[in-house]
């Protein structure tokens, strides 16, 4: 059983990259893949601290972000599908019309 | 009920009348306005009776009462209230304001009718009267001020009543603006009398008056004299008299209550209520008789060769104004009052004449057409018969012995003041020609076009123009309404003018030099304070200008006869011989063109360069520059708004790595 | 014994971790996110949560990544152009991870948050049993419970609405430059 620091740092890691995921890729797709990692690595930490503090609210948090998480993925996947049906191009950069 | 009780009724019905008829305005029918109107000042004329009766009850010692509804400035050094005064003077003037007003009124309700304007015009007229009333029963400076501004804004409202007709509204303008000049002097004469006597309310000022300023002190002079701007700006003296001949744009009744009777009387009120204060600068009290005695020979001459009838008119108000200035000027008060009571009944009757020989006209005010009306028009010339005798103070009427008493004062006075008694009387010369003049010239004669078709039975109609430029214009709101009513067949106009008549001929009787006196016993207690209270004129004085004056009277009108009547073509001989001298009067001494020069065209020229340069560069510049320094801005932080997604993202990271970065270093 | 799992969990994790962010081609990055999640199942066994190991592999693994599967075959996995418009992001994204990675590093280790070092807490054998988190829904977190299921329905809705095809043929709402003249 390891310290629970180092599941701590693991999930800052996972973090990061997920975020370094979501600046760098222009598929809509691709961006909420990287959003499914930061979430993980937030259920990462939740349930390392539900172990250190030994309270079971910690795994019920992270069960919700999960489900949440799914929901999400419903949506976003769904905007997708519409982007693609109303043949609007899949590439982020590209979708600018709210802007100043 | 006390006399100050009266004092409010006086000043609200008339004020209920205005609100009452402009808050139904579209609701009244036919001359239910009219009425209206009338009764209200009806009413104001039976609670100044009640005042009068009120006052006359109490000893003549306590017949100066005051009373206030609240506190304008209540504080340390300055105390000003909502408050009026009521004795002699003041229900004096309620008097002859409220009762010409009130016959007035009813000429109106007739005079008036079929113009599309009526209920406007009787809300105006009316609240022209409860400011007038305002004004006179003021008790304090703030307060005259008030009802003086009010006063201005009345006459102006009435005098482009017409108000689509340009030459009208102009008119309206030239007089507000000369009222306001008026307006100033008088602000900075209360400014300068609250500063030393600390007190704005008549009693208080008059009391320390005479231990605050010594005799003849400039700043009592150079306060007397900013009464004066003030006083001849309403009164129609030189040199802000310009207003008046154009102010007969408005119709013929407002000519007569405002321009003959009430308004144009403010003046020389003001003078007779600070009279304490000219008293102590008798300078300023000079330089005022002296431009009255001026006025007065002006407006004459001129009088004499104005065609247009109403002008004729305008000037002899302006003539005999002079007088009452004059006379309020070397402590004449009860003389000056008196002058300015009959004054308002013959000048209002004279006007009430012209408006229906104008009505007969079908508009045309211009002398050179009529003639010969006399025989179509018998009540119109009778009253205008009496209004003129009056007028040129034949023996016997009122004119006569208020204009006599006047200058048999000055004569009394002595010394210098002969000068005003000369000029006055030949002013009296003038005045007995003009008048008649206008009598000659539009009753007497072979009878014109439109007196022919009256004598038929029908009164003459005409397409409708501007009686002064020719222009073609309508009978719809804003212009004279379609039907002219004259009044041989309008019983609201005659009964008036009857009255009327009779006052001018008969009111004479109250005043007989020597022999009755009731207007000086009546003002007695206003003026008691007056250094020349006891002043009377010697018998042998009074005789002689009573005798002048029937001289000059009686050859007046022998002289407008020969020259009118007897030999017709003397007129336009003496115009040939005397063209400048002709050229100079009917250009009105050219003060007009004066004006125009010194005063309006720099005026304009300082207003146009004030918009091209100043308000281009300077204000715009600032509002529009502060504009853009906005929309640079903007455009600078419009750049972050690129509706990129993931830069928006990249901010967020920055900004939570900058703060965590933060939090680290300060925790450690 | 346990740190060689915890080892080859967090390697597996962080590589599949990388390399859904680096692979060009999206259905490999939606392969890698399975590893990574079934890493991640394994180390939320090792920290005695079994239910959420288990919810997060039928869960995640298996329902989510199947739409994601679903939605890529369907989107056709169209590959990033290599080329970006601006070079910017491509540099300055990882920077800030890493710097935001190093700064939470920082701040975990120096926290001096108690139990950090530990192991964790002492806990009975049925911590992260089922029956645990069951009685912990519908007692403690009971309207969290409710809240998140009328979540899921909208969201169920949502789909519905989202991916309906609408009656009249859809306009070609493509840019101007991308359509056929």
């Not at chain 2, 009764?39 to 009850?57: M, N, P, R, T, Y």
């Not at chain 2, 300078?283 to 104005?306: E, K, N, P, Q, R």
Request: proline fraction near 4%; hydrophobic fraction near 55%.
């Amino acid at each position: 059983m390891m310290d629970i620091a180092w599941y701590l740092v693991l999930s800052a890691f996972i973090f990061c990259i997920g975020v370094a995921g979501v600046l760098t890729r222009r598929s809509p797709l691709v961006i909420l893949i990287c959003l499914e990692l930061m979430l993980n690595a937030g259920n990462l930490a939740l349930v390392a601290f539900s172990k250190m503090t030994g309270n079971g609210d910690g795994q019920i948090f992270a069960l919700i972000v999960m489900i949440v998480a799914a929901a999400e993925v419903v949506v976003g996947l769904g905007v997708i599908v519409a982007m693609f049906r109303n043949r609007l191009p899949m590439d982020v950069d590209q979708m600018d019309e709210l802007h100043g | 009920m006390t006399a100050t009780a009266f004092g409010w009724l006086v000043l609200a019905f008339p004020l209920a009348g205005s609100i009452t008829i402009a808050l139904g305005f579209r609701q009244w029918r036919g001359r239910t306005a009219g009425w209206i109107g009338s009764g209200a000042i009806g009413l104001a004329f039976a609670s100044s009776i009640g005042a009068l009766i009120a006052l006359q009850s109490r000893s003549p010692s306590q017949r100066a009462l005051t009373s206030s509804l609240w506190n304008y400035i209540a504080t340390e050094g300055v105390n000003v209230k909502l408050g009026i005064l009521v004795d002699p003077l003041a229900v004096f003037m309620c008097l002859v304001v409220s009762g010409v007003s009130f016959l007035i009124h009813v000429y109106s309700v007739a005079y008036m009718d079929s113009d599309r304007g009526y209920s406007r015009y009787f809300s105006y007229l009316n609240f022209f009267v409860f400011s007038m009333l305002l004004l006179v029963l003021a008790g304090n400076f703030f307060l005259l001020i008030v009802g003086w501004a009010f006063v201005g804004f009345a006459s102006y409202a009435l005098i482009s009543f017409w108000y689509r007709r340009r030459t009208a509204v102009r008119a309206g303008i030239k007089a507000f603006v000369i009222n306001v000049v008026g307006d100033v002097g008088l602000v900075i004469a209360a400014i300068l009398i609250q500063r030393d006597t600390g007190a704005l309310d008549f009693p208080a000022v008059f009391a320390r008056a005479g231990s605050v300023w010594h005799h003849n002190e400039w700043v009592i002079v150079a306060i007397c004299l900013l009464i004066l701007v003030g006083a001849f700006a309403k009164s129609a003296q030189i040199p802000l008299h310009t207003w008046l001949p154009d102010a007969m744009e408005g119709p013929t009744p407002v000519s007569a209550l405002i321009h003959a009777a009430t308004m144009v009387t403010a003046g020389v009120y003001l003078i007779a209520r600070t009279h304490p204060l000219f008293e102590l600068a008798p300078t300023a009290a000079d330089i005022s008789a002296a431009i009255g005695a001026l006025t007065l020979f002006f407006a004459g001459t001129v009088a004499l060769v104005v065609t247009d009838l109403k002008r004729v008119i305008a000037y002899s108000t302006i003539s005999q104004i002079g007088y009452m200035v004059m006379g309020v000027s070397i402590a004449a008060y009860s003389a000056g009052m008196f002058h300015l009571m009959t004054h308002a009944f013959f000048k209002a009757l004279m006007f009430m004449a012209a408006g229906s020989v104008i009505a007969a006209m079908a508009g045309t005010q211009d002398m050179d057409r009529m003639s010969g009306m006399r025989r179509a028009m018998p009540f119109t010339s009778v009253a205008f018969v009496a209004a003129a005798l009056a007028l040129a103070a034949f023996p016997g009427t009122s004119g006569y012995f208020s204009k006599d008493d006047i200058l048999a004062f000055a004569a009394e006075r002595g010394s210098g003041y002969w000068i005003l008694y000369v000029v006055g009387t030949v002013g009296a010369l003038m005045t007995a020609i003009y008048a008649f003049r206008m009598i000659f010239r539009v009753f007497a004669g072979e009878p014109n076009e439109e007196a022919r078709e009256l004598e038929h039975g029908h009164l003459a109609h005409a397409e409708p123009v501007n009686p002064l430029t020719g222009e073609p214009e309508d009978t719809d709101v804003g212009f004279p309404g379609p039907e002219h009513h004259i009044a041989e067949r309008e019983a609201a106009m005659r009964a008036p003018m009857t009255l009327l008549a009779v006052l001018s001929i008969v009111a004479g009787v109250i005043q007989i030099p020597h022999v009755t006196d009731v207007v000086t016993d009546f003002l007695a207690p206003t003026f008691a304070d007056s250094r020349f209270a006891d002043v009377e004129p010697s018998v042998g004085l009074s005789v002689l200008t009573l005798a002048l004056g029937a001289l000059m009277s009686l050859s007046g009108i022998a002289i407008a006869y020969l020259v009118w009547v007897r030999r017709p073509g003397t007129s336009a001989q003496l115009v040939a011989r005397f063209r400048r001298t002709h050229d100079f009067l009917i250009h009105k001494w050219y003060f007009d063109e004066a004006y125009d020069l010194l005063v309006v065209r720099p005026m304009t020229r300082l207003g146009q360069a004030a918009s091209r340069t100043f308000e281009r560069v300077v204000i715009d510049g600032v509002s529009q520059g502060a504009a853009m320094v906005v929309r640079a801005g903007n455009s600078l932080v419009r750049v972050a708004q690129s509706g990129i997604v993931r830069y928006y993202a990249l901010a967020l990271m920055t900004g939570v790595t900058a703060l965590a970065l933060y939090f680290l270093i300060a925790a450690k | 014994m346990e740190s060689v799992v915890f080892f080859v969990a967090a390697l597996l994790a962080i590589g599949g971790a990388l390399g859904v962010v680096i692979q060009r081609n999206p259905f490999y990055s939606v392969l890698s996110l399975v590893v990574h999640l079934i890493a991640l199942a394994v180390l939320f066994l090792l920290l005695s949560a079994e239910f959420i190991a288990a919810a997060q592999v039928i869960v995640y693994a298996g329902a989510v990544m199947v739409l994601y599967v679903f939605v890529v075959a369907y989107v056709g996995g169209l590959e990033d152009p290599l080329i970006e418009p601006s070079p910017v992001l491509r540099v300055v994204a990882p920077l800030f991870a890493v710097a935001l990675g190093v700064e939470l590093s920082f701040a975990i280790l120096g926290s001096g948050l108690k139990g950090i070092d530990g192991k964790g807490a002492h806990v009975a054998a049925g911590f992260g049993s089922p029956a645990r988190i069951g009685e912990l829904f519908l007692t403690k977190f009971l309207i969290s419970f409710e809240v998140v299921s009328l979540l899921l329905l909208i969201a169920a809705v949502a789909a519905v609405v989202l991916a309906r095809r609408s009656k009249s043929p859809e306009p070609d709402r493509r840019l101007a430059a991308d359509r056929p003249s």
